[in-house]
T-cell receptor
Framework: EPEVTQTPSHQVTQMGQEVILRCVPISNHLYFYWYRQILGQKVEFLVSFYNNEISEKSEIFDDQFSVERPDGSNFTLKIRSTKLEDSAMYFC?????????????????FGPGTRLTVL | GNSVTQMEGPVTLSEEAFLTINCTYTATGYPSLFWYVQYPGEGLQLLLKATKADDKGSNKGFEATYRKETTSFHLEKGSVQVSDSAVYFCALTQPRGGRALTFGSGTRLQVQP
């Protein structure tokens, strides 16, 4: 069964360093998302991406964040200068045409997450 | 804006007990409603969904009915198992591609043998 994959599963970095989190969405999906979950808190939307541009972003997604689809399969989230408060689980998700071929645009499938620890 | 309110946890039940986790929402129009489950150490899995008023989503013995009049989408299961222990998130999105999911704060369910 197709699934969203994310690498690495755990990333430890020093404050001020740049990190890139990687995701491979489900192959026929058209919409891609990043969410984060600070330990013990709710899941928060960061950004959505469609047709090679950002379609929606939250207040959290400031100038320190950027997203890119560098090729036909990967979707990345870059944090330019990490802060302690960026420590969280980051989830990638994708949605698009249903697996059976019919539309299911608002059903989002999540990856297993990358745990980012900023020291 | 959109918001989702869930009952506080943790909810602790004995095996085979009846489960209800309350969820109410605020949104414009006719959002799609979802329940996601997060097992310990894992990511989010879609449990069930409903896309219009009076729809009932169901999966693995769990059910939730989209109640437009009370803006609610309560999760129920008639007989819980230890393996149902997880965190359950209610969420909504507007019915158009690429829109953000708005999540509730999550409710931790602990089922004891």
């Amino acid at each position: 069964e197709p699934e969203v994959t994310q690498t690495p599963s755990h990333q430890v970095t020093q404050m001020g360093q740049e990190v890139i989190l990687r995701c491979v969405p489900i192959s026929n999906h058209l919409y891609f998302y990043w969410y984060r979950q600070i330990l013990g808190q709710k899941v928060e939307f960061l950004v959505s991406f469609y047709n090679n541009e950002i379609s929606e972003k939250s207040e959290i997604f400031d100038d320190q964040f950027s997203v890119e689809r560098p090729d036909g399969s990967n979707f990345t989230l870059k944090i330019r200068s990490t802060k302690l408060e960026d420590s969280a689980m980051y989830f990638c998700a994708s949605s698009g045409p249903g697996l059976a071929g019919g539309p299911s645009y608002n059903e989002q499938f999540f990856g297993p997450g990358t745990r980012l620890t900023v020291l | 804006g959109n918001s989702v309110t869930q009952m506080e946890g943790p909810v602790t039940l004995s095996e085979e007990a009846f489960l209800t986790i309350n969820c109410t929402y605020t949104a414009t129009g006719y959002p799609s409603l979802f329940w996601y489950v997060q097992y310990p150490g894992e990511g989010l899995q879609l449990l069930l969904k409903a896309t219009k008023a009076d729809d009932k989503g169901s999966n693995k013995g769990f059910e939730a009915t989209y109640r437009k009049e009370t803006t609610s989408f309560h999760l129920e299961k008639g007989s819980v198992q230890v393996s149902d222990s997880a965190v359950y998130f209610c969420a909504l999105t507007q019915p158009r591609g690429g829109r953000a999911l708005t999540f509730g704060s999550g409710t931790r369910l602990q089922v004891q043998p």
